[in-house]
């Protein structure tokens, strides 16, 4: 399976999406780099141990477990990343939400955090992966999507999506109609995954019966080294924030679907033609339950009979 995202993406969200995985004394580093990556980029490799409790060998460590090579490669990709950040926005709109920010910070930090998810997740998005997903479900008999929380709503999301192009695709959040679903599942067949966190009990274990039945498997979560990667063919992964109000339930449901959307327009373009049918028929179906009204309020003119 791959993870690794083909574009040169932010050193924070590697550290966050590795984080859990990391030894103790590491995370003591992690959480003083990201509480202010920009002073870190200033610091030397002994300020940074020092002010993470821990040794010089300890940070080269951390560094290579995130994959920058040292710690000088370190610095410069936090001094980059803090660059961008700051020519996005001249507010500080990138901190937590505290109980006392009135609505209009509410909506300025709310706003910042999801336009940000959608960057991120975007940046270091595996296209190489996405393809090999988009190719196995366009080639699949039939897709299983299981979700369960917060992650249902997008499971039931791709569902809608390919079934209004005619993919055959069920999206479960029962556990047991779960299992039942991927234990019939074929080699002909995909199952995706969809856990914020990858540790979801019910999710890895539906994602395993099916890969143990010859489905092709594939995980969507926040977590490259999470559970759910171990049952899973390929990872497609996000990055979304989480804060003091914004926890995975808000701020993943935004990234992940963001990576279903680029999933399901991939799926599309394989069946331009059928799925440009389907859509029309889909539409047709139902444009007998919208009211008469034109999107600025006024009423539609009655054709003439």
Same mark, same amino acid.
């Given at each position: 399976m791959s993870t690794e995202s083909t574009a040169d993406s932010s050193?924070?969200?590697? /550290?966050?999406?590795?984080?859990?995985?990391?030894?103790?004394?590491?995370? +003591?580093?992690?959480?003083? $780099?990201? %509480?202010?990556?920009?002073?870190?980029?200033?610091?030397? /490799?002994t300020e940074v141990a020092e002010a993470a409790g821990t040794s010089e060998t300890t940070v080269t460590r951390f560094c290579k477990a995130i994959g920058v090579g040292g710690y000088p490669e370190l610095r410069?990709?936090?001094?980059?990343?803090?660059? +961008?950040?700051?020519?996005?926005?001249?507010?500080?709109?990138?901190? %937590? /939400?505290?109980? +006392?920010?009135?609505?209009?910070?509410? #909506?300025?930090?709310?706003?910042?955090?999801?336009?940000?998810?959608?960057?991120?997740?975007?940046?270091?998005?595996? #296209?190489?992966?996405?393809?090999? #997903?988009?190719?196995? #479900?366009?080639?699949?008999?039939? $897709?299983? $999507?299981?979700?369960?929380g917060a992650s249902a709503? $997008?499971?039931?999301?791709?569902?809608?999506?390919?079934?209004?192009?005619?993919?055959?695709?069920?999206?479960?959040?029962?556990?047991?109609?779960?299992?039942?679903?991927?234990?019939?599942?074929?080699?002909?067949?995909?199952?995706?995954?969809?856990?914020?966190?990858?540790? &979801?009990?019910?999710?890895?274990?539906?994602l395993r019966v099916a890969k143990e039945h010859g489905a092709t498997t594939v995980a969507l979560t926040n977590f490259p080294r999470s559970p759910i990667t171990e049952v899973a063919d390929h990872v497609l992964t996000t990055a979304a924030r989480e804060t003091t109000f914004r926890s995975g339930a808000m701020a993943s449901r935004i990234a992940q679907l963001t990576v279903i959307d680029c999933l399901f327009i991939g799926v599309a373009q394989r069946h331009v033609d059928s799925a440009k049918t389907a859509l029309e028929a &889909?539409?047709?179906?139902?444009?007998?339950?919208?009211?008469?009204?034109?999107?600025?309020?006024?009423?539609r003119r009655e054709s003439a009979k």
């Open positions: 050193p924070l969200v590697k /550290i966050r999406s590795l984080l859990p995985g990391l030894a103790r004394a590491e995370q +003591r580093v992690a959480k003083v $780099v990201l %509480d202010n990556p920009a002073t870190v980029a200033h610091r030397s /490799i410069i990709a936090l001094a980059a990343d803090t660059a +961008r950040t700051s020519m996005r926005t001249d507010r500080d709109l990138g901190g %937590d /939400i505290g109980p +006392r920010d009135d609505l209009r910070q509410v #909506v300025g930090k709310v706003a910042f955090a999801d336009a940000r998810a959608v960057e991120e997740t975007a940046e270091q998005l595996n #296209v190489e992966t996405l393809e090999a #997903v988009v190719e196995a #479900v366009a080639g699949a008999g039939r $897709v299983d $999507v299981y979700g369960f709503f $997008v499971a039931f999301d791709l569902q809608q999506k390919l079934h209004r192009i005619g993919r055959i695709c069920f999206a479960w959040n029962d556990t047991h109609i779960a299992l039942t679903s991927a234990a019939v599942l074929t080699e002909a067949d995909v199952a995706v995954g969809i856990s914020h966190t990858g540790s &979801t009990s019910e999710t890895v274990e539906a &889909t539409y047709d179906a139902v444009s007998g339950h919208r009211l008469g009204a034109r999107p600025d309020g006024r009423r």
